[in-house]
């Protein structure tokens, strides 16, 4: 078990350009999050899967946000168009759906759009 | 909808000090109550979890009990070390009426807690 893992760390974009982050989950584990965490605040859900299944999306993730995860291993998430607003800490978490469903996370990756 | 109430940082305290941050929720269903640690430059870990009214969590010499009559969540230590400093967040997630959790968690905005030699 080696934890869940992201990359990038750390992502340094212009404004308009397109990002795409990538989110390993521990293995086995069927169930994925995505949160943003911004200065100061604490991590706001974003979308979640089980297995290749998107089962909820907030109303955070705008139609410039999407998320995927094929085959129901890795994830990405995708920020078309960014935008300074965008600028924050990208979280992922991962849980069995056995058992208490406790979630652990990744080291985030860090997005700074200039 | 579910929300989660912090109590507001930063805290700062001497080495030894008894320490106490309070959470309060608000949740339909069952929830389930959690406090994670963010250490310095490191990702958000899990430092104590209950699952039910009552149940008290601990770990590393934090407690924390569910108080379903008074919706809250309380974090506690008798002796915090310089190493306790970081940043402490209260969440729930729902959970059914089996006990299973499920879904995405809701976080408080954090306290700040810094402890001095």
């Known amino acids: 078990d080696t934890g869940v893992s992201q990359n990038p760390r750390h992502k340094i974009t212009k404004r308009g350009q397109n990002v795409t982050f990538r989110c390993d989950p521990i293995?086995?584990?069927?169930?994925l999050y995505w949160y943003r965490q911004t200065l100061g605040q604490g991590p706001e859900f974003l979308t979640y899967?089980?297995?290749?299944?998107?089962?909820?999306k907030s109303r955070l993730l705008s139609d410039r946000f999407s998320a995927e995860r094929p085959k129901g291993s890795f994830s990405t998430l995708e920020i078309q168009r960014t935008e300074q607003g965008d600028s924050a800490m990208y979280l992922c978490?991962?849980?069995?759906?056995?058992?208490?469903?406790?979630?652990?996370f990744g080291p985030g990756t860090r997005l700074t759009v200039l | 909808g579910n929300s989660v109430t912090q109590m507001e940082g930063p805290v700062t305290l001497s080495e030894e000090a008894f320490l106490t941050i309070n959470c309060t929720y608000t949740?339909?269903?069952?929830?389930?109550l959690f406090w994670y640690v963010q250490y310095p430059g490191e990702g958000l870990q899990l430092l104590l979890k209950?699952?039910?009214?009552?149940d008290k969590g601990s770990n590393k010499g934090f407690e924390a009990t569910y108080r379903k009559e008074t919706t809250s969540f309380h974090l506690e230590k008798g002796s915090v070390q310089v190493s306790d400093s970081a940043v402490y967040f209260c969440?729930?997630?729902?959970?059914?009426?089996?006990?299973?959790?499920?879904?995405?968690?809701?976080f408080g905005q954090g306290t700040i807690l810094t402890v001095h030699p």
């Open positions: 978490a991962s849980s069995s759906r056995t058992g208490t469903d406790t979630q652990y």
């Open positions: 293995s086995e584990h069927n169930r």
């Open positions: 899967f089980q297995n290749e299944a998107q089962l909820e």
């Open positions: 949740a339909t269903g069952y929830p389930s």
């Open positions: 209950a699952t039910k009214a009552d």
């Open positions: 969440a729930l997630t729902d959970t059914n009426a089996g006990g299973t959790s499920y879904g995405k968690l809701t």
